[in-house]
């Protein structure tokens, strides 16, 4: 920590993690005022209910607390870990709910890969916001929705097939050529990868 | 197509590979592969450059989504999670702390120095010490047993809960088809090309609504939903910004839903503009 003991808010996320692998509680504070907003608005989506969504934040940044050691600095953000997490657990406790089993993945498999290359740096999140909208609505409505079905709502290619009345074939062909679609329009608006 | 027939195409020198090409990668990228087909990929990966870089690439763009959800500052998490998180941070802190303590060796410095003139209170000490180093090793013993049968529950809680989770799907596999709705949305006023579609999740009371050819709004302005009983008041329901949201609301209760677009950020209470789009959702 470069700005002393007292004041660690303006420190960058590595810094914070760094600080939460030796144990400063007040990092995981400045971390969750930084992505508490975010966070609960991914739990919100995707379980649709308020005190679940809550839960699901805490168990999130708990998670972060608990396997920070885990997390290997230059693979990636750690915006997109945290957030991968918050989307993981939405998602189980979505499928618990409704009786529906996550896919068969490790969770520490699914949490490591899923840390990223966050090609966004430090732009500003509302900037970020607005040309991923714009991205997605360039999108044709079935690539949307599909995704829509995948990511926020938790749903097999098998389940979004039978919602959709679609063959499976299709279903895996709309996610590849929409993610397509989205990378290459990210990329065309100056986002770099890698 | 069987493994062989899709691996075709995935020798060393190839540049394409059938799995990509399928959209494998991208399925799983988003944790929606499943079947026998994961298994399947899975193991494909572990040979195929092709796919290992595309899943890399997918993942990357996947990562942003969350950044597509909605800002809404009145929707945030309670001032109260803030304080549960910490409680539960300094409770975990206090029992690393206390475990930390229990197992730490005695300092090196301190068993160095030892004053002469104290040699007989010494090896009484040191009579004492063998017993505390003895009670230690026990103790470490005992921390290290409790952590052995700490991570076989945590193993057999996993293997019952994938188990369990086998058995939901099973089930959920038989009850799918009979928990989806799909209902087609149209222009409420001739001549215009707005259309889209509804897809409800019964088991979830959640809908999709993807709506296209909606007219650009204004600064301030938002689309609303609206779900309407028959001879009832419309009920105010999600609002949005872009082409694509999701309704939590039992649509069982509804004939028809509708969107205007209304007053930012929020939202009405009841519309004040024409109806843009509308569906009868028949059941």
């Not at chain 2, 990966?45 to 997918?58: M, Y």
Request: some cysteine.
């Amino acid at each position: 920590m470069s700005n002393g003991a007292d004041d660690i808010t303006a420190e960058s996320d590595e810094a914070l993690l760094a600080a939460i692998k030796d144990r400063d509680e007040r990092a995981i504070a400045v971390l969750y005022d930084r992505y508490n907003g975010i966070s609960f608005g991914l739990a919100y989506r995707i379980v649709g209910e308020r005190s679940a969504a809550e839960d699901v934040v805490q168990d999130a940044f708990l998670s972060v607390w608990r396997r920070a050691v885990s997390f290997e600095v230059g693979r990636g953000s750690v915006r997109t870990w945290l957030l991968s997490i918050v989307h993981h657990r939405a998602i189980d406790r979505l499928r618990g709910v409704s009786g529906r089993a996550r896919q068969d993945v490790a969770i520490d498999d699914f949490e490591r890969v899923l840390s990223v290359d966050d090609p966004w740096g430090t732009v500003e999140t509302n900037v970020q916001r607005d040309l991923l909208q714009t991205s997605m609505a360039t999108l044709p409505r079935e690539q949307r929705a599909t995704i829509q079905m995948a990511y926020f709502d938790g749903y097999t290619q098998q389940e979004i097939a039978r919602a959709m009345n679609v063959p499976v074939g299709t279903v895996k062909g709309r996610l590849r050529i929409g993610l397509q679609k989205l990378r290459s329009l990210l990329a065309g608006a100056g986002v770099e990868y890698e | 197509m069987n493994e062989r027939e899709r691996d075709t195409s995935n020798r060393r020198d190839a540049t394409t590979c059938s799995f990509e090409a399928q959209g494998f990668p991208a399925t799983y990228a988003f944790g929606a592969l499943d079947g026998g087909e994961l298994a399947e990929f899975r193991q494909h990966l572990e040979g195929c450059q092709i796919c290992t870089a595309a899943l890399r690439d997918f993942r990357s763009t996947v990562a942003q989504l969350p950044l597509t959800v909605e800002a809404d500052a009145a929707i945030g998490p309670s001032p109260a999670l803030r304080t549960r998180l910490l409680d539960a941070v300094a409770a975990d802190l206090a029992a690393e702390r206390a475990e930390a303590r229990a197992v730490a060796p005695l300092p090196f410095r301190a068993r160095r120095r030892v004053p002469q003139a104290y040699a007989i209170a010494a090896v009484l000490l040191l009579a004492l010490g063998l017993g505390l180093i003895g009670w230690n090793l026990d103790l470490q013993r005992g921390v290290t047993q409790a952590r052995v049968e700490r991570d076989q529950a945590a193993a057999e809680r996993d293997s019952a809960l994938r188990e369990a989770g086998r058995a939901r799907l099973e089930r959920d596999q038989a009850l799918r088809e009979l928990t989806t709705t799909r209902w087609q949305l149209s222009a409420a006023q001739a001549g215009q090309s707005i259309k889209g579609d509804v897809i409800y999740l019964r088991d979830q009371q959640k809908a999709v609504v993807t709506i296209e050819g909606l007219p650009e709004l204004q600064p301030g302005q938002v689309y609303q939903i609206w779900l309407i009983q028959d001879g009832g008041a419309p009920q105010p329901e999600t609002v949005f910004l872009s082409t694509t949201t999701a309704v939590q609301a039992n649509f069982e209760q509804f004939q028809t839903l509708a969107v205007t677009v209304e007053p930012g950020p929020r939202g009405s209470v009841a519309p004040t503009s024409p109806v843009l789009v509308v569906g009868n959702l028949t059941h």
